[in-house]
């Protein structure tokens, strides 16, 4: 991503409504933001439509010939971005929950921290979330948006089947049991494939939680203990400002059918038991955190890093985040560690995270456990683009994948070796979409996909 992705306007030209859009389908809402949730990235288009049922979804995509799925704009780039029209699908919010197969179809706009709630009350619960819940289904699998846990897949390794709409028109599904390598390739799409309107999740029994939170672990520490420390709960983040040689808090996420109500000791690995609630970012004040203090409570409310009726994390920033294996995280750490001095100013905070391995083609943690280096930098947009290349070639021996829905600046030329399907997701998303709808410069620039 260069500096002129961040400062698109958001006028639609044109030549972009003489390629299809009607302006009076009724089911257009100009009302739709035109910015990303933190406002770094200005859309395209101020045209966007906003089906409520498959079938609306049907006519929206063959109305246009150029479109994006938009779910709750909180991705950091222009991943989700058209010139000509995109579609929301923040109205696709339905939910069937099948208790027998333990199994839950939702709609692709339906926020994590909306359908958690759903299935608490029914007796049932996800794997994982992200450290946000306000963030919906269909963007965050199509991007493999991920909680933590050395036992933990991302988001995606929950779907069992996904539905969408194609360049065409059509609706398909494909699903794990029945169409498996395809499949593999479909769940991370990053919506080259079509328009994701509903996915079917992998459920398990609802649990309860605790979260408890140290201060002050030294780097030395993960040296030798990284597995342990990246273990010690069923999900583990550390914090660091990089300076100082340490990582200044590390959030532990028990769950209580495995010990997690416990009394935790007092020092872990040479960090202290925080005795107050803390923020990540230092100076933020807690009251938006999940809670702490091995305060006992239900999964939806301990998984997640922020509330779903407080804004999540600083608000106004960027985000970056790069994967690298697991078993070299230790080294590339270090390798950041050592640009602190110039990451420092631009950065509220950086959080280290474990993803375990999966089978899903465009997923950064497509068959390697994996070690999460996740930036949240300051509004600086000039500052953080200089930066990113110095980081990306601190990390670039260690194969380090990025984010997809966050800022980076790496080309296809540097992404395409990092994933050894490519060639075969660009097959079959050809296969979907032969004249390009879906296509937008992002996925020009950085899957090269032409």
């Known amino acids: 991503m260069d500096k002129r992705d961040f400062l698109k306007g958001s006028v639609t030209t044109a030549a972009a409504l003489m390629m299809g859009l009607n302006e009076g389908q009724a089911f257009a809402d ?82 994590y921290g909306d359908l958690a709630v ?38 995606a390794t929950a779907v069992k089947a996904v539905e969408f709409v194609a360049a065409d028109g059509s609706v398909h599904t494909l699903s794990r049991d029945r169409d498996g390598d395809r499949f593999a390739g479909s769940v991370v799409g990053l919506g080259a494939l079509g328009v994701v309107t509903h996915l079917t999740l992998q459920i398990q029994p609802r649990f309860d939680m605790t979260q408890v939170v140290y201060r002050d672990l030294p780097f030395s520490e993960l040296e030798h ?41 007092a020092r872990f690995f040479n960090a202290t038991l925080a005795t107050t609630k803390l923020h990540p970012i230092l100076g933020h004040p807690a009251e938006a955190c999940t809670d702490q203090l091995n305060t006992v409570g239900p999964w939806y409310e301990r998984l997640p890093h922020f509330k779903l ?5 600083s608000g106004q920033e960027l985000q970056t985040e790069f994967f690298v294996p697991f078993d070299r995280g230790y080294e590339a750490i270090r390798a950041v560690e050592t640009l602190r001095d110039v990451i420092t100013p631009h ?65 296809s030329s540097h992404v395409a070796p990092l994933y050894p399907r490519l060639k075969d997701f660009l ?24």
């Open 30 to 111: 100009d009302s739709v933001p035109r910015t990303n949730w933190s406002g770094n990235y200005h859309y395209s288009t101020n045209k966007v439509l906003q089906p409520a049922t498959v079938a609306e979804t049907q006519d929206a995509v063959r109305s246009v010939a150029g479109v994006r799925a938009l779910g709750t704009r909180h991705s950091f780039n222009g991943i989700a971005d058209s010139p000509i029209a995109q579609i929301s699908t923040l109205k696709l919010k339905d939910v069937s929950l099948d208790a027998k197969a333990s199994t839950v179809t939702v709609g692709a706009g339906i926020r």
């Open 118 to 155: 759903l299935l608490d009350a029914k007796g049932f619960a996800l794997h994982n979330l992200a450290s946000l819940p306000h963030i919906s289904v269909g963007g965050a699998c199509a991007t493999a948006t991920h909680g933590s846990g050395m036992g933990n897949g991302n988001l």
């Open 225 to 265: 203990h990284l597995p342990e420390i990246m273990g010690a709960g069923y999900s583990v983040s550390l914090f660091t400002d990089w300076q100082n040689g340490r990582a200044g808090e590390v959030w532990i996420k028990r769950r209580v059918d495995q010990g997690g109500a416990s009394a935790p000791p």
């Open 309 to 313: 009726n407080f804004t999540p994390s």
């Open 347 to 411: 950065l509220y905070i950086t959080e280290l995270r474990a993803i375990a391995a999966d089978d899903l083609w465009m997923s950064m943690a497509y068959q390697r456990p994996s070690l999460a280096i996740h930036f949240t930098w300051k509004l600086e947009t000039d500052a953080v683009l200089k930066l990113l290349p110095q980081i990306e070639a601190r990390l670039a021996p260690f194969g380090a994948r990025p984010h997809w829905a966050k800022v980076f600046t790496m080309k």
């Open 427 to 450: 097959v079959l998303a050809r296969s979907f979409d032969p004249k390009g709808k879906f296509q937008n410069a992002f996925l020009q620039d950085h899957v090269d996909i032409a």
